[in-house]
Protein backbone atom coordinates (compact mmCIF):
# COMPACT_ATOMS: atom_id res chain seq x y z
CA UNK A 1 0.00 0.00 0.00
CA UNK A 2 2.60 2.19 1.01
CA UNK A 3 4.60 1.67 -2.48
CA UNK A 4 1.30 1.83 -4.55
CA UNK A 5 0.90 5.46 -2.81
CA UNK A 6 4.59 6.45 -3.54
CA UNK A 7 4.47 5.75 -6.84
CA UNK A 8 0.98 7.55 -6.94
CA UNK A 9 2.54 10.90 -5.79
CA UNK A 10 5.69 10.37 -7.52
CA UNK A 11 3.57 10.85 -10.88
CA UNK A 12 1.32 13.71 -9.73
CA UNK A 13 5.13 15.45 -9.09
CA UNK A 14 6.21 14.52 -12.63
CA UNK A 15 3.23 15.79 -13.81
CA UNK A 16 3.31 18.91 -12.28
CA UNK A 17 6.66 19.27 -13.20
CA UNK A 18 5.81 18.86 -16.98
CA UNK A 19 3.26 21.28 -16.95
CA UNK A 20 5.47 23.92 -15.21
CA UNK A 21 7.98 23.25 -17.65
CA UNK A 22 5.31 23.36 -20.34
CA UNK A 23 3.87 26.73 -19.77
CA UNK A 24 7.91 27.65 -19.64
CA UNK A 25 8.71 27.05 -23.01
CA UNK A 26 4.87 28.45 -24.58
CA UNK A 27 6.31 31.44 -22.87
CA UNK A 28 9.90 31.44 -24.18
CA UNK A 29 8.20 30.62 -27.99
CA UNK A 30 5.68 33.25 -27.85
CA UNK A 31 8.52 35.98 -27.66
CA UNK A 32 6.40 37.25 -24.68
CA UNK A 33 9.23 38.66 -21.71
CA UNK A 34 7.36 39.56 -18.63
CA UNK A 35 8.70 41.59 -16.29
CA UNK A 36 7.90 44.36 -13.85
CA UNK A 37 7.96 48.15 -13.76
CA UNK A 38 9.55 48.90 -10.81
CA UNK A 39 6.93 51.69 -9.82
CA UNK A 40 4.86 48.65 -8.77
CA UNK A 41 7.63 48.90 -5.54
CA UNK A 42 7.78 52.41 -5.81
CA UNK A 43 7.49 52.07 -1.78
CA UNK A 44 10.86 49.90 -1.53
CA UNK A 45 14.57 50.89 -3.26
CA UNK A 46 15.49 50.16 -6.61
CA UNK A 47 17.43 47.10 -4.75
CA UNK A 48 14.75 45.45 -3.43
CA UNK A 49 12.32 46.12 -6.42
CA UNK A 50 15.03 44.08 -8.03
CA UNK A 51 14.83 41.56 -4.97
CA UNK A 52 11.19 41.32 -5.83
CA UNK A 53 11.62 40.46 -9.47
CA UNK A 54 14.09 37.57 -8.45
CA UNK A 55 11.91 36.47 -5.90
CA UNK A 56 8.43 36.54 -8.55
CA UNK A 57 10.89 34.08 -10.81
CA UNK A 58 11.34 36.95 -13.57
CA UNK A 59 14.10 38.46 -15.31
CA UNK A 60 13.28 41.71 -16.49
CA UNK A 61 12.68 44.68 -14.90
CA UNK A 62 11.32 48.66 -16.52
CA UNK A 63 13.04 50.84 -13.72
CA UNK A 64 11.42 54.63 -12.82
CA UNK A 65 13.54 57.73 -12.23
CA UNK A 66 13.80 58.88 -9.01
CA UNK A 67 13.83 55.60 -7.44
CA UNK A 68 16.36 55.36 -4.47
CA UNK A 69 18.85 52.52 -5.60
CA UNK A 70 19.41 50.82 -1.81
CA UNK A 71 22.06 50.16 0.66
CA UNK A 72 23.85 47.74 -1.74
CA UNK A 73 24.16 50.42 -4.80
CA UNK A 74 24.63 53.06 -2.83
CA UNK A 75 23.33 56.20 -2.33
CA UNK A 76 21.41 58.23 -4.64
CA UNK A 77 18.10 57.62 -6.49
CA UNK A 78 18.24 55.72 -10.06
CA UNK A 79 18.81 58.93 -12.58
CA UNK A 80 20.24 59.09 -16.15
CA UNK A 81 22.82 61.52 -14.44
CA UNK A 82 24.02 59.73 -12.15
CA UNK A 83 28.31 58.71 -12.81
CA UNK A 84 29.82 55.79 -14.34
CA UNK A 85 30.41 54.04 -11.33
CA UNK A 86 27.20 53.78 -9.96
CA UNK A 87 25.71 52.69 -13.21
CA UNK A 88 28.32 50.27 -12.81
CA UNK A 89 27.25 49.40 -9.28
CA UNK A 90 23.30 49.15 -10.58
CA UNK A 91 23.93 46.84 -13.25
CA UNK A 92 26.06 44.16 -10.96
CA UNK A 93 23.53 44.27 -8.62
CA UNK A 94 21.12 43.61 -11.03
CA UNK A 95 22.89 40.76 -13.07
CA UNK A 96 23.64 39.01 -9.29
CA UNK A 97 20.02 38.63 -9.06
CA UNK A 98 19.67 37.46 -12.99
CA UNK A 99 17.74 40.89 -13.82
CA UNK A 100 18.17 42.41 -16.95
CA UNK A 101 17.44 46.32 -16.89
CA UNK A 102 15.21 46.22 -19.86
CA UNK A 103 13.07 49.29 -20.43
CA UNK A 104 13.51 52.89 -18.37
CA UNK A 105 10.49 55.57 -17.80
CA UNK A 106 8.29 57.19 -18.01
CA UNK A 107 10.43 60.07 -18.70
CA UNK A 108 10.26 63.31 -20.14
CA UNK A 109 13.08 65.54 -21.09
CA UNK A 110 13.02 69.67 -21.53
CA UNK A 111 15.48 70.14 -23.80
CA UNK A 112 17.63 68.40 -26.44
CA UNK A 113 20.96 68.31 -24.28
CA UNK A 114 19.10 66.15 -21.63
CA UNK A 115 17.53 63.70 -24.39
CA UNK A 116 20.92 62.88 -25.46
CA UNK A 117 22.09 62.36 -21.76
CA UNK A 118 19.40 60.10 -21.03
CA UNK A 119 20.43 57.79 -24.46
CA UNK A 120 24.17 58.17 -23.84
CA UNK A 121 22.96 56.54 -20.23
CA UNK A 122 20.42 54.14 -21.61
CA UNK A 123 23.47 52.70 -23.80
CA UNK A 124 25.76 52.37 -21.21
CA UNK A 125 23.00 50.65 -19.05
CA UNK A 126 21.96 48.20 -21.97
CA UNK A 127 18.47 49.24 -21.52
CA UNK A 128 16.94 48.84 -25.12
CA UNK A 129 13.63 51.10 -24.23
CA UNK A 130 13.07 53.96 -23.69
CA UNK A 131 9.42 54.15 -22.28
CA UNK A 132 9.00 58.64 -22.26
CA UNK A 133 6.38 61.26 -23.85
CA UNK A 134 8.25 63.84 -25.47
CA UNK A 135 6.66 66.89 -26.26
CA UNK A 136 5.53 66.96 -30.43
CA UNK A 137 8.36 69.14 -31.10
CA UNK A 138 10.54 67.25 -29.73
CA UNK A 139 9.62 63.82 -31.58
CA UNK A 140 12.11 64.63 -34.71
CA UNK A 141 15.21 65.17 -32.73
CA UNK A 142 14.02 61.81 -30.37
CA UNK A 143 13.79 59.74 -33.63
CA UNK A 144 17.23 60.65 -34.34
CA UNK A 145 18.88 60.21 -31.48
CA UNK A 146 16.62 56.56 -31.29
CA UNK A 147 18.55 55.65 -34.07
CA UNK A 148 22.04 56.97 -33.71
CA UNK A 149 21.89 54.61 -31.08
CA UNK A 150 20.10 51.88 -31.62
CA UNK A 151 17.31 52.07 -28.73
CA UNK A 152 14.07 51.50 -29.49
CA UNK A 153 10.84 54.24 -28.18
CA UNK A 154 7.70 53.47 -26.38
CA UNK A 155 5.35 56.34 -25.61
CA UNK A 156 3.09 56.30 -23.27
CA UNK A 157 -0.39 57.06 -22.88
CA UNK A 158 -0.89 58.24 -19.96
CA UNK A 159 -4.68 59.37 -19.19
CA UNK A 160 -6.35 62.57 -21.12
CA UNK A 161 -5.45 65.17 -21.29
CA UNK A 162 -1.87 64.24 -21.65
CA UNK A 163 -0.35 64.69 -25.23
CA UNK A 164 -0.93 60.52 -26.41
CA UNK A 165 -3.77 59.72 -24.33
CA UNK A 166 -5.64 58.04 -27.18
CA UNK A 167 -4.15 56.18 -30.42
CA UNK A 168 -5.32 58.47 -33.07
CA UNK A 169 -3.00 61.68 -31.31
CA UNK A 170 -0.15 59.28 -31.13
CA UNK A 171 -0.58 57.93 -34.46
CA UNK A 172 -1.13 61.84 -36.03
CA UNK A 173 2.26 62.67 -34.36
CA UNK A 174 4.60 59.51 -35.28
CA UNK A 175 3.24 59.36 -39.28
CA UNK A 176 6.64 59.59 -40.89
CA UNK A 177 8.61 58.77 -37.83
CA UNK A 178 11.00 55.74 -38.16
CA UNK A 179 10.07 52.41 -37.04
CA UNK A 180 12.10 52.92 -33.64
CA UNK A 181 9.70 55.18 -32.58
CA UNK A 182 6.39 53.44 -31.15
CA UNK A 183 3.81 53.31 -28.27
CA UNK A 184 4.37 51.47 -24.58
CA UNK A 185 0.95 50.94 -23.88
CA UNK A 186 -1.05 51.02 -20.98
CA UNK A 187 -4.01 48.70 -20.72
CA UNK A 188 -5.76 50.38 -17.82
CA UNK A 189 -5.25 53.91 -18.96
CA UNK A 190 -7.18 52.81 -21.77
CA UNK A 191 -9.95 51.06 -20.00
CA UNK A 192 -10.09 54.12 -17.53
CA UNK A 193 -10.40 56.32 -20.34
CA UNK A 194 -13.64 54.42 -22.12
CA UNK A 195 -11.02 53.08 -24.69
CA UNK A 196 -11.12 49.40 -25.46
CA UNK A 197 -7.44 47.92 -24.95
CA UNK A 198 -8.05 45.47 -27.71
CA UNK A 199 -9.31 47.86 -30.80
CA UNK A 200 -6.53 50.31 -29.39
CA UNK A 201 -4.09 47.24 -29.92
CA UNK A 202 -5.11 46.90 -33.84
CA UNK A 203 -4.70 50.69 -34.27
CA UNK A 204 -1.12 50.16 -33.16
CA UNK A 205 -0.62 47.66 -35.23
CA UNK A 206 3.59 47.47 -35.92
CA UNK A 207 4.18 50.41 -33.64
CA UNK A 208 3.88 48.25 -30.32
CA UNK A 209 7.15 48.31 -28.57
CA UNK A 210 6.12 47.60 -24.99
CA UNK A 211 3.07 47.16 -22.43
CA UNK A 212 2.23 48.57 -18.99
CA UNK A 213 0.19 45.04 -18.45
CA UNK A 214 -2.66 45.15 -15.93
CA UNK A 215 -6.07 44.41 -15.18
CA UNK A 216 -8.56 46.86 -13.38
CA UNK A 217 -11.47 46.95 -11.23
CA UNK A 218 -14.89 47.51 -13.02
CA UNK A 219 -16.76 51.04 -11.73
CA UNK A 220 -18.84 51.36 -9.34
CA UNK A 221 -20.99 53.86 -8.21
CA UNK A 222 -20.07 56.88 -6.36
CA UNK A 223 -16.14 55.34 -6.62
CA UNK A 224 -13.76 57.30 -9.16
CA UNK A 225 -11.25 54.68 -8.73
CA UNK A 226 -10.78 51.84 -10.53
CA UNK A 227 -7.94 49.97 -8.77
CA UNK A 228 -6.01 47.09 -9.99
CA UNK A 229 -6.98 43.26 -9.49
CA UNK A 230 -5.47 40.36 -10.40
CA UNK A 231 -5.35 39.25 -13.74
CA UNK A 232 -8.63 37.51 -14.76
CA UNK A 233 -10.27 39.12 -12.32
CA UNK A 234 -11.41 42.14 -13.89
CA UNK A 235 -13.19 44.16 -16.88
CA UNK A 236 -9.90 43.97 -19.30
CA UNK A 237 -9.83 41.48 -21.78
CA UNK A 238 -6.70 39.90 -21.39
CA UNK A 239 -7.01 37.17 -23.53
CA UNK A 240 -8.29 39.15 -26.30
CA UNK A 241 -5.60 41.23 -25.74
CA UNK A 242 -3.28 38.08 -25.69
CA UNK A 243 -4.28 36.91 -28.94
CA UNK A 244 -4.30 40.31 -31.35
CA UNK A 245 -0.40 40.54 -29.63
CA UNK A 246 0.06 37.16 -31.24
CA UNK A 247 -1.40 38.22 -34.31
CA UNK A 248 0.89 41.28 -34.62
CA UNK A 249 3.74 38.76 -34.19
CA UNK A 250 4.43 40.87 -30.75
CA UNK A 251 7.67 39.98 -29.41
CA UNK A 252 8.92 42.45 -26.37
CA UNK A 253 8.25 43.15 -22.50
CA UNK A 254 5.10 43.30 -20.55
CA UNK A 255 5.34 45.14 -17.44
CA UNK A 256 3.58 44.09 -14.96
CA UNK A 257 2.65 47.55 -13.19
CA UNK A 258 0.52 46.62 -10.37
CA UNK A 259 -0.69 49.63 -8.47
CA UNK A 260 -2.65 47.96 -5.58
CA UNK A 261 -1.63 46.88 -2.31
CA UNK A 262 1.40 48.67 -2.39
CA UNK A 263 3.32 47.29 1.11
CA UNK A 264 2.74 43.21 -0.15
CA UNK A 265 1.67 42.78 -3.67
CA UNK A 266 3.97 40.36 -3.98
CA UNK A 267 1.03 37.47 -3.55
CA UNK A 268 -0.99 38.93 -6.16
CA UNK A 269 1.60 39.40 -8.55
CA UNK A 270 2.70 35.67 -8.68
CA UNK A 271 -1.48 35.18 -8.95
CA UNK A 272 -1.02 37.60 -12.21
CA UNK A 273 1.99 35.30 -13.33
CA UNK A 274 0.06 31.85 -12.94
CA UNK A 275 -2.69 33.76 -15.14
CA UNK A 276 -0.17 34.76 -17.88
CA UNK A 277 1.32 31.42 -18.13
CA UNK A 278 -1.82 29.41 -18.15
CA UNK A 279 -3.44 31.46 -20.85
CA UNK A 280 0.39 32.02 -23.48
CA UNK A 281 0.10 28.33 -23.34
CA UNK A 282 -3.69 28.15 -24.54
CA UNK A 283 -2.93 30.86 -26.77
CA UNK A 284 0.45 30.41 -28.15
Known sequence: MKKSLSISLLFVLILFLSGCSSSKNKVKESGLLLGVQAYTFHKFSFQQAIDKVNELGLNYIEAY?????????????????????LQQKTLDYAKSKNVKIYASGVIRCSNNDDWKHLFEFAKNMGIKVITC??????????????????????IHNHPKP???????????????????????????????MGIDPVEALKKYNGRIKSLHFKDIHAKEEGKAEQHDV????GVIDLDG?????????FRGLLSIEYEYHWENSVPDIKKCINYFNTEVE???
Do not use: T
Not at 67 to 74: H, V, Y
Not at 170 to 190: K, M, P, T, W
Not at 230 to 233: D, L, V
Open 65 to 85: YGQPLGEAIGEGKFDYKMGKE
Open 133 to 154: EPEYDQLKYVDELANQYNIDVA
Open 162 to 192: SLYWNPELFLEHVSGLSNRIGACVDLGHFKR
Open 230 to 233: IWGE
Open 241 to 249: VLKELKHQN
Open 282 to 284: KIY
